[in-house]
């Protein structure tokens, strides 16, 4: 086996065959993958049933981290996203853009975390593409995934179900993959253990639809953090967020890490937590189905949607541990590039 990703791995010929079948195959190969078709072919949903398709590209830097590495955010991130609909995950691609050189070893090593989270998941890897750039054009590789998944009869979930009343959860921590991924990237080194927190949390999803049916939605905080995704919801629904800091869960070292740096860790990137807005009345099951699953013992219900001003906007209000009342703006511009 070659010991660097070479151009010829992405000519089409033997070369590119040899790649796929001694890594991608070796890794995670399945009967739809194993087919060799340019195409999967797959079962339809059932009558009533519906489709959940999401795409997402991954280009972290470094590609190994605490708590993960690129391949483990790849599959993580599409899991997620088509989840956040309430379908339960099926089927993924996974195209690779290879540069010139990276370790072959390497590749193995991601492919493997992918097969892994991807069986912890329950999808299945069922097609792909690769594709190899010149050496000093591609930072080693990037990953895009696609994922569908099959939306059950009468589950109907989105940002604009949020109501006045309803309570917002959020199933863990938050800001450790952004912290972790700044850390790595700048070579600081803190007393405390912070990882990623890179998780499939469509299995968290489907216990907390079990016990609480009238939840309005599910958003993963990625990309802009939770002040992001909670301005997203306000401006569908047409309401406003009020959330309380005290209640907001944030390990110490992440905290003190964004106050050392100057970063508001409501605006850092989560890459395993959840957002959910429930029915007040079911909002105690769903923190409970929340805190039974691994991935969210740490969940809490940190605010409430309320009525909106119409002459102001939609807001999201943050209350203090202080006692005072502030904006919770959207992240504006790049706080940290690549984070996932």
């Known amino acids: 086996m070659d010991t660097t990703v070479m151009l010829g791995h992405g000519s089409g010929g ?16 399945g009967e739809e993958l194993l087919r060799g078709d340019d195409a999967a072919v797959l079962p339809v949903p059932a009558p009533g049933e519906r489709l959940a398709f999401s795409t997402d590209s991954f280009v972290v830097t470094p590609h190994f981290f605490p708590g993960g590495d690129i391949g ?10 088509v989840a956040t609909s309430g379908a339960k995950p099926l089927y993924l691609s996974c195209g690779f853009i290879l540069e010139e050189g990276f370790p072959i070893e390497d590749l193995r090593r991601i492919c493997q975390s992918m097969a892994e989270v991807a069986k912890e998941a329950g999808v299945k890897l069922v097609t792909g593409d690769t594709k190899v750039v010149n050496r000093g054009h591609g930072d080693g590789v990037y990953i895009n995934t696609s994922g569908v998944g099959v939306v059950p009869e009468g ?31 700048e070579g ?7 990882q990623s927190d890179a998780a499939p949390l469509n299995h968290l999803i489907a216990d907390v639809l079990a016990v ?55 605006q850092v990137a989560n890459e ?43 807001k999201v209000f943050l209350k203090t541990a202080f006692g ?13 590039p690549r984070i996932c």
């Not at 600081?188 to 912070?194: E, G, P, Q, Y």
């Not at 429930?278 to 969210?296: C, D, F, I, P, S």
Request: glycine share 10%; with cysteine.
């Open 14 to 29: 033997s070369m590119m065959k040899r790649i796929i079948d001694e890594v991608f195959f070796a890794s995670y190969g």
């Open 272 to 314: 395993g937590k959840m957002v959910c807005v429930v029915a007040a009345e079911e909002a105690e099951a769903a923190l409970a189905a929340m805190r039974a699953n691994k991935y969210g013992a740490d969940a809490a219900i940190i605010g409430e949607v309320g009525e909106s001003d119409l002459e102001r906007g939609n």
């Open 188 to 194: 600081l080194n803190f007393t405390a253990d912070i």
């Open 324 to 336: 005072s009342t502030r904006i919770l703006d959207m992240l504006v511009g790049e706080q940290l």
């Open 72 to 81: 483990r955010l790849a599959i993580c991130g599409t899991v997620n996203d």
């Open 212 to 266: 609480a049916p009238h939840t309005r939605c599910f958003r993963d905080p990625t990309r802009g953090g939770i002040a992001s995704t909670l301005n997203e919801l306000t401006s569908q629904a047409n309401v406003d967020i009020t959330v309380n800091e005290a209640d907001i869960p944030v390990k110490p070292a992440v905290l003190g890490a964004c106050e050392m740096l100057g970063y508001d860790v409501m």
């Open 155 to 185: 589950v109907n979930l989105g940002g604009a179900q949020c109501k006045p009343g309803d309570k917002v959860l959020v199933s863990g921590t938050l800001g450790d993959h952004g912290i972790t991924i700044m850390s790595c990237r």
